[in-house]
T-cell receptor, first 116, second 112 residues
Framework: AQTVTQSQPEMSVQEAETVTLSCTYD???????LFWYKQPPSRQMILVIR??????QNATENRFSVNFQKAAKSFSLKISDSQLGDTAMYFC?????????????FGKGTKLSVIP | DTAVSQTPKYLVTQMGNDKSIKCEQN?????MYWYKQDSKKFLKIMFS???????INETVPNRFSPKSPDKAHLNLHINSLELGDSAVYFC???????????FGSGTQLSVL
């Protein structure tokens, strides 16, 4: 079974600064997908960024980028120019696309606070 | 138009009651899920349906019964509600080949 570990339960960052959230995972699969989801106080689950394991190039979405280290099974999220609206829970997630199960496994989350 | 919609958004009920949560997606996706988020914010999969067929059924009490009348709907019925069932329940959907889940806004269930 796949596991996803987020070792930072809480983090804080000053507005306009950069912060990196850590995520490691364990799997024996070679074909999979990794995600970061954001959950603000509104409770909505918002997809921030997605990485395909077979792509070496790190995914980027505006101020959000990842550092994907496949051999180390590491998938960290970097938020640049942090904004107050980035305050939220951030979940790292792993999708096993093999055997047609398409099961998404989540880490326990990191609560990020952006300080004015 | 909301892509994945759940109703109700909030549900407050007494122990022992039976309740249902409805989920509909208008994205044309063929796989739908139910996730439970506990008080510590941990998200765990409960069920997954693909083309109305059950493909994932995690260790969930049999008081929980999913029903998929068609590809666009996946409802969750809960019998004999217990205090420990209090949580936020999320519906989600995905199209095979896209590998990207879209979530509903969640249903906060409070059992008194």
């Amino acid at each position: 079974a796949q596991t996803v570990t987020q070792s930072q339960p809480e983090m804080s960052v000053q507005e306009a600064e950069t912060v990196t959230l850590s995520c490691t995972y364990d799997t024996s699969e070679s074909n999979y997908y990794l995600f970061w989801y954001k959950q603000p106080p509104s409770r909505q689950m918002i997809l921030v960024i997605r990485q395909e394991a077979y792509k070496q190039q790190n995914a980027t979405e505006n101020r959000f980028s990842v550092n994907f280290q496949k051999a180390a099974k590491s998938f960290s999220l970097k938020i640049s120019d942090s904004q107050l609206g980035d305050t939220a829970m951030y979940f790292c997630a792993f999708l096993d696309s093999g055997a047609g199960s398409y099961q998404l496994t989540f880490g326990k989350g990191t609560k990020l606070s952006v300080i004015p | 138009d909301t892509a994945v919609s759940q109703t109700p958004k909030y549900l407050v009920t007494q122990m022992g009651n039976d309740k249902s949560i409805k989920c509909e997606q208008n994205l044309g996706h063929d796989t739908m899920y139910w996730y439970k988020q506990d008080s510590k914010k941990f998200l765990k999969i409960m069920f997954s349906y693909n083309n109305k067929e059950l493909i994932i059924n995690e260790t969930v009490p049999n008081r929980f019964s999913p029903k998929s009348p068609d590809k666009a709907h996946l409802n969750l019925h809960i019998n004999s509600l217990e205090l420990g069932d209090s949580a936020v329940y999320f519906c989600a959907s995905m199209r095979g080949g896209q590998e990207k889940l879209f979530f509903g806004s969640g249903t906060q269930l409070s059992v008194l």
